[in-house]
């Protein structure tokens, strides 16, 4: 039987967190363990296990989104210059 991380709930919550994380690594996103499987599910799926992967909550998306429209865009960068 796997043992979920204390932070996850239920089994759907592991399962919504794995897929996400597996849709990031067929995206090109590069994996956090050296696994044993190179098929990205299992990998999200062990990564998740791992603690690796975390589920954020709503106040934490709305930092990371503030703090990365504050922060100016290489773009805008060099136009400033």
């Not at 994380?21 to 996103?29: D, F, H, N, T, V």
């Not at 998740?48 to 709503?58: D, I, N, P, S, W």
């Amino acid at each position: 039987m796997i043992q979920y991380p204390d932070d996850l709930e239920s089994k759907f919550k592991f399962v919504t967190l794995a897929s996400l994380r597996c849709e990031q690594l067929q995206k090109g996103a590069k994996p956090r363990l050296d696994g044993k499987s190179r098929k990205d599910t299992v990998m999200a799926q062990e990564e998740v296990l791992a603690g690796e992967v975390r589920q954020m909550t709503e106040d934490e998306i709305a930092e990371e989104q503030s703090a990365s429209l504050a922060e100016p865009s290489p773009a805008e960068e060099i136009a400033e210059a």
